[in-house]
């Protein structure tokens, strides 16, 4: 503990039922309000950058059906969504607790925000999981995951999947308040803290990982070698890998947002945290929606180029249909 300042229990829970027969985390100290505050802040830049891309994505596209936008403008919108579901909940949460320097009341009102903190960020686990797909078979595979008319099987995915994780563990009453927010309850929530957030999140930041390693080598040594080709074939092969490449950058701020609290569940089972560390994940994580403007920013730079020969998995299906047809037609002069 330095300067005063707690994120975990240090004190004996023996004799505790749950985390509200523990004091919220350093009330009466100036770290009460930093992390607080800088947590509301955070998440009111998230709201506010979210909502923002949401407007912009929808101005850009005037006039164009959905599922005429480019798979990974889609991918945004949905992005965005998670961080706004994200940013209100958390920012209810954060400002109850500055208001009445206690702990939220009543219990199942936290234990709701709870349920739904760990169900966004499942959401936003199995969201990057399926962006890293895509980009990977597109560039090994040349195949476009379908997710279905009006990606129905992506947004059943996202909602459905962690719901099914998330509601039974509601029943053995693991959300609660930590200490600091409503999240996995200090006392009867470790265990499931634990899974989470050393176990789920650090398998899914490895996958992630790998992914994009093995994904970002095939889109560069592929790029390098279309350079010197010319034709339409080249063409559509180059509008491919540009939209891989946007898909990538789901997985980059997911990186960059989870990473600090995989790092800070491992330490934490080996030693004592330094307060920085929390600090950084109070930063990090709360700041999803800014990440998701950044992603914004980064395709309107390289709109012109993204956009040349219309997105990448339509061309995919252009490309396949053409070959075909050309085999067909060599085949038929073959045999006569």
Request: with cysteine.
């Amino acid at each position: 503990m330095e300067n005063g300042c707690m994120h975990i229990t240090l004190i004996n829970t023996t004799l505790a039922e749950s985390g509200y027969d523990i004091p919220v985390f350093d009330v009466g100290l100036y770290c009460f309000n930093l992390i607080h505050v800088t947590a509301i802040v955070c998440l009111l830049l998230t709201l506010f950058s979210a909502f923002g891309v949401i407007i912009l994505l929808y101005k850009s596209k005037a006039g164009k059906r959905f599922m005429k936008w480019h798979k990974h403008e889609r991918f945004l919108l949905y992005r965005c969504i998670c961080d706004i579901s994200y940013g209100i909940v958390h920012t209810l949460d954060h400002v109850q607790i500055v208001i009445t320097k206690d702990h939220i009341r009543p219990s199942g009102l936290c234990s709701v925000y709870g349920m739904l903190l760990v169900n966004i960020c499942l959401s936003e686990s199995l969201f990057s999981l399926m962006s890293a797909l895509n980009a990977f078979m597109s560039v090994y595979f040349r195949k476009d995951v379908n997710f279905g008319d009006k990606d129905w099987k992506l947004l059943l995915l996202l909602s459905l999947g962690p719901f099914v994780a998330v509601f039974p563990l509601s029943f053995l009453h693991v959300f609660g308040p930590n200490g600091n927010f409503c999240a996995f309850d200090s006392v009867k929530g470790v265990i499931a803290n634990t899974i989470l957030c050393t176990g789920i999140m650090g398998a899914v930041l490895i996958a992630l990982s790998t992914i994009y390693v093995f994904t970002w080598h095939r889109i560069f040594t592929e790029s390098r070698n279309l350079k010197t080709n010319l034709g339409n074939s080249s063409s559509v092969r180059k509008a491919t890998l540009r939209s891989a490449k946007a898909m990538c950058l789901f997985v980059v701020v997911y990186i960059i947002q989870w990473t600090p609290i995989t790092v800070y569940g491992t330490w934490q089972l080996i030693s004592y945290v330094p307060y920085e560390l929390f600090l950084a994940i109070v930063l990090m994580t709360n700041l999803s929606g800014v990440y998701s403007g950044v992603i914004w920013l980064f395709y309107m730079s390289n709109k012109n180029s993204v956009s040349n020969q219309g997105h990448g998995e339509t061309n995919l299906d252009m490309t396949a249909r053409k070959d075909r047809s050309t085999n067909y037609t060599e085949q038929r002069f073959s045999n006569k």
